[in-house]
Nanobody, 125 residues
Framework: QVQFVESGGGLVMAGESLRLSCVAS????????MGWFRQAPGKEREEISC????????YYEDSIKGRFITSRDNAKNTVYLQMNSLKPEDTAVYYC??????????????????WGRGTRVTVSA
């Protein structure tokens, strides 16, 4: 019933940009903090950002801080991840995730309830 569909991934060269979108259905995002995760080949899934339900607060993992920006449009039930200055180490499958509270804790301290199926980002050197 609850679904999250990511899009916007693809193959880019280092230094280029992508914008990922996550569209939710089956629930309204108004009261949910939303995170982005990524899973690189051979590595565990890691949380890289969290945005509060009203966009008042955002948190970023150190490796993407200053390069990636998460935003949301609750009227469209959509969360975004703008990825700039992409690096080969950003290559991963990117997932959006819903947290059943309105606030974010620091990265690594959040729990999430639902995930999308992911969109693949490949960055070539």
């Amino acid at each position: 019933q609850v679904q999250f569909v990511e899009s916007g991934g693809g193959l880019v060269m280092a230094g280029e940009s992508l914008r990922l979108s996550c569209v939710a259905s089956g629930l309204r995002l108004d009261y949910y903090a939303m995170g982005w995760f990524r899973q690189a080949p051979g590595k565990e899934r890691e949380e890289i950002s969290c945005i509060s339900s009203g966009s008042s607060n955002t948190y970023y993992e150190d490796s993407i801080k200053g390069r990636f920006i998460t935003s949301r449009d609750n009227a469209k039930n959509t969360v975004y991840l703008q990825m700039n200055s992409l690096k080969p180490e950003d290559t991963a499958v990117y997932y959006c995730a819903a947290r059943a509270v309105s606030r974010c804790n620091s990265i690594g301290k959040n729990t999430y309830d639902s995930w999308g199926r992911g969109t693949r980002v490949t960055v070539s050197a």
